[in-house]
């Protein structure tokens, strides 16, 4: 088996879909050994012979730990079959979990590549709140501003945008309005936050809103 040399080593993750439960794993792991370094070589969307060629003559041309997530057993056979031949470890992830699943429940799984990236009802969601605060920016659009859980009032440079964005990935499964300069009746639904200075962390749900057209919250 090849050995490393000085203090990092190379690390092959090749998955066929965009690599995320490989990457997360080998990183825990390889955190575990503070005197070396992995140096990462990540082949995402591997599914075809000619895709895992490449990502073989780089393997070759660099040897280290092998980790995969391939649900296509040809592809994964293959990649097995020239780790053995250039005499350097090669893992499935999945594998193991799959096994003690399947034997678990009794049934096969269904192969489904990247299963956990569904899109449902939420993210789609998460994306109508994303255009809508995209639509409503800097003070556009407020004729409709009663589907708006929060509203952020403030002059610029007192980082609307910034904590838009922040609700908006934090899990707030709702629209939040960001403009300058704001009429009344621009703050007449909702939760209303103005912003006077730089922004401490925010996040009001609507139910403490009074109703949403009283009380206004300020971040000083």
Excluded: W
Aim: include cysteine; charge should be negative; proline fraction near 5%.
């Amino acid at each position: 088996m090849p050995q490393r040399s000085g203090g990092f080593f190379h690390l092959h993750l090749v998955s066929d879909a965009t690599g995320e439960t490989l990457i997360t794993v080998a990183r825990a792991a390889a955190a575990q050994y503070a005197s070396v370094a992995p140096i990462e070589h990540i082949y995402p969307l591997v599914r075809t012979e000619k895709q895992l060629d490449r990502v073989i003559s780089e393997i070759e041309a660099a040897p280290g730990i092998v980790l995969y997530t391939m649900l296509d057993s040809a592809l994964a056979e293959r990649l097995q079959a020239k780790c053995r031949e250039f005499s350097i470890p090669c893992m499935s992830i999945l594998d193991p979990v799959l096994g003690l699943f399947q034997s678990y429940l009794g049934a096969e799984s269904t192969k489904r590549v990247g299963a956990q990236h569904t899109l449902n009802a939420e993210y789609f969601k998460r994306i109508d709140a994303l255009n809508y605060t995209m639509l409503h920016d800097d003070g556009q659009h407020t004729d409709d501003l009663e589907h708006a859980d929060v509203v952020l009032t403030g002059v610029s440079r007192t980082s609307m945008r910034p904590l838009a964005a922040s609700l908006l990935l934090g899990a707030v499964s709702a629209c939040v309005t960001v403009f300058n300069n704001p009429s009344p009746a621009a703050a007449s639904s909702g939760t209303a936050i103005g912003l006077s200075n730089i922004t401490h962390q925010i996040c009001l749900p609507k139910a403490q809103s009074n109703g949403g057209n009283e009380g206004a919250s300020r971040a000083d």
